[in-house]
């Protein structure tokens, strides 16, 4: 080899562990092996697929914090009102022992009831209405402000004012009517409507596992709409709320309709009992899809660290040892140069 081609081959040489000094401080610096995948060589394929693993359980476990948010609070909410039904349904059952006493207590307190029912049933979380179905912009209960003597509300309240002491079962019968009347009944006309038919909400929680969590104010987890939950709370509380000393003076038929008011809260307490156990369940599976995330997106981190990054110490030991050669080739370049000029003066 002649003098010429070895320096050509030291410059060559040298060229190629300055682009590793480039490579080594870039990796020490940044502590990844590359910029872009096609620099990890073979393991690009895999840090791709692992890479796309991770984003959808990222986007998997948002979605399933998000929907478990508004399943905790449709929880709370179904337990308000389930509370305030089994409640309802003592004080009813209380009052056909006080006779014309505890009448217009009685009045006052599901008033009341009847006016935090309707709140609860309107309640919202992050803007959207929790339990309208899809028209997430709507009240499920329209103007709340006036229900309390609204259509439904009036239409009970005359019903009731006919009560004698033979006719408590045919206005029993007239009330569920006219809550479900068009011009009577109590929720929106999407929640009366195309809500009964859609789909309920639901979330993504994995790849072909789909959680139907919604609740609808308008029918329960069974399908029942004349006589679901939300539906007999609120008629049953307009009926207790219509009541008047003159109704009390029908006793046996004040006594039947109490005993037939209270029955149907307690049946609806029980009805909210089997919601909110249904929607916990949903609860429990979108929380067991997010842990499983959880613990398979450690190990697929771990996986991509292996891949893409680099360690520290091991790097800038190459980096060192590295440097260290292109300065001794540098030397030995400038030695074989000076030589190549000795040689040319003689």
């Given at each position: ?7 050509g ?13 480039e ?43 998000v ?17 305030i ?8 059952a ?20 009847m006016e ?5 049933l ?7 209405y929790?339990?309208?179905g ?25 019903e009731v ?45 994995a ?40 109704n ?10 109490l ?14 009992a ?6 916990g ?6 929380e ?43 030397v030995?370049?400038s ?9 040319m003066?003689r």
């Amino acid at each position: 080899m002649t003098i010429i081609s070895t320096i050509g081959a030291m410059a060559a040489d040298q060229a190629r562990l300055r682009e590793r000094i480039e490579l080594l401080t870039r990796q020490v610096s940044t502590g990844q092996k590359g910029i872009t995948h096609g620099e990890l060589g073979r393991d690009a394929r895999l840090a791709i697929d692992l890479r796309g693993d991770v984003a959808r359980r990222e986007a998997y476990s948002a979605a399933a914090d998000v929907a478990l948010g508004r399943m905790g609070a449709a929880q709370e909410v179904l337990k308000l009102i389930g509370d305030i039904a089994s409640n309802a349904a003592a004080e009813a059952a209380r009052a056909r022992t006080l006779g014309a006493a505890g009448v217009d207590a009685l009045a006052r307190s599901a008033r009341s009831a009847m006016e935090e029912v309707v709140a609860l049933l309107n309640t919202r979380y992050e803007n959207e209405y929790l339990f309208a179905g899809s028209d997430l912009a709507s009240a499920p209960v329209p103007n709340a402000n006036t229900f309390t003597t609204g259509p439904m509300a009036a239409a009970i309240a005359t019903e009731v004012a006919g009560l004698t002491d033979l006719n408590a079962g045919t206005v029993l019968s007239n009330v569920r009517a006219i809550s479900t009347d068009p011009g009577t009944r109590p929720f929106s006309a999407h929640l009366e409507g195309p809500a009964l038919t859609e789909a309920r909400r639901a979330v993504q929680v994995a790849d072909g596992e789909r959680l139907s969590w919604g609740v609808l104010a308008s029918q329960d987890q069974s399908g029942e709409v004349d006589d679901s939950w939300g539906r007999s709370v609120l008629r049953g509380l307009a009926t207790l709320a219509a009541l008047t000393p003159a109704n009390a003076a029908q006793a046996t038929g004040y006594d039947n309709l109490l005993s037939g008011v209270a029955a149907e809260l307690d049946g609806a307490a029980k009805d909210l009992a089997q919601e909110e156990g249904a929607l916990g369940a949903r609860q429990a599976r979108a929380e067991a899809a997010k842990e499983r995330h959880a613990d398979l997106m450690v190990a697929l981190r771990s996986q991509l660290v292996s891949l893409e990054q680099v360690d520290p110490a091991e790097v800038s030991a190459t980096l060192r040892e590295t440097q260290v050669r292109l300065e001794a080739s540098y030397v030995a370049l400038s030695s074989v140069a000076n030589l190549s000029l000795a040689s040319m003066l003689r």
